[in-house]
């Protein structure tokens, strides 16, 4: 069974600096998708990553994914307040062509 | 910019009673999706739809759950009895793929069972 771990789970950080947080899924999967979601609000596709090595970039938040490790990050440069959100990794399993399983989420709070 | 609606925003019903969650995707897309988020928790899959049929439904999605599309642009959730533990946010979602392309969610149901 397919199990996706975020952590941390909560991160409160200052402007200005960088973090990456991580995903970990537990078998073989050859996509991940990350999501942002903000309090009340629905869920805001950020990434599709569809191969080993795939690396994508958006403002200050770059994803990459590691099939062979089975890792995914998800880096945050030069961080400003707008990007506090709780942000998710998704993962599709092998045996399935629809569903995704999710983690369980990051709480990010950037401070000024 | 074209985007899943859902209504309504927020329903409280009774246990035992039925409620029905709409959503509209978008309108060139073919696969459609609902999930469902305890708060505080993760997001759960429950059902997928293709082609005016399920394609995949998980443990959740028992026999008190049903989905459809009565005509060309809604696609709805049933819960035939609800219960406490029902009480959720649920999403639909839909993809113009099933494979390469991210789904793209609309702003939730805050389901209530009370």
């Given at each position: 069974e397919l199990k996706v771990e975020q952590n941390p789970l909560f991160l409160s950080m200052q402007e200005?600096?960088?973090?990456?947080?991580?995903?970990?899924?537990?078998?073989?999967?050859?996509?991940?998708y990350w999501y942002r979601q903000d309090p009340g609000k629905s869920l805001e596709s950020l990434f599709v990553l569809l191969s080993n090595g795939a690396v994508k970039q958006e403002g200050r938040l770059m994803a990459s994914l590691?099939?062979?490790a089975r890792l995914s990050t998800l880096h945050i440069t030069a961080a400003v307040h707008d990007l506090s959100a709780t942000y998710f990794c998704a993962v599709p399993p092998m045996d399935s062509n629809y569903?995704?399983?999710?983690?369980a989420g990051t709480k990010l709070i950037i401070k000024p | 910019e074209p985007e899943v609606t859902?209504?309504?925003?927020?329903q409280v019903t009774q246990m035992g009673q039925e409620v029905i969650l709409r959503c509209v995707p978008i309108s060139n897309h073919l696969y459609f999706y609902w999930y469902r988020q305890i708060l505080g928790q993760k997001v759960e899959f429950l059902v997928s739809f293709y082609n005016n049929e399920i394609s995949e439904k998980s443990e959740i999605f028992d026999d008190q759950f049903s989905v459809e599309r009565p005509d060309g642009s809604n696609f709805t959730l049933k819960i035939r009895s609800t219960k406490l533990e029902d009480s959720a946010m649920y999403f639909c979602a839909s993809s113009s793929s099933h494979m390469n392309t991210e789904a793209f969610f609309g702003q939730g149901t805050r389901l209530t069972v009370v």
């Open positions: 200005g600096k960088n973090y990456t947080i991580y995903c970990n899924y537990s078998t073989t999967s050859d996509r991940l590691d099939t062979k569903q995704l399983i999710w983690g | 859902q209504t309504p925003s927020h």
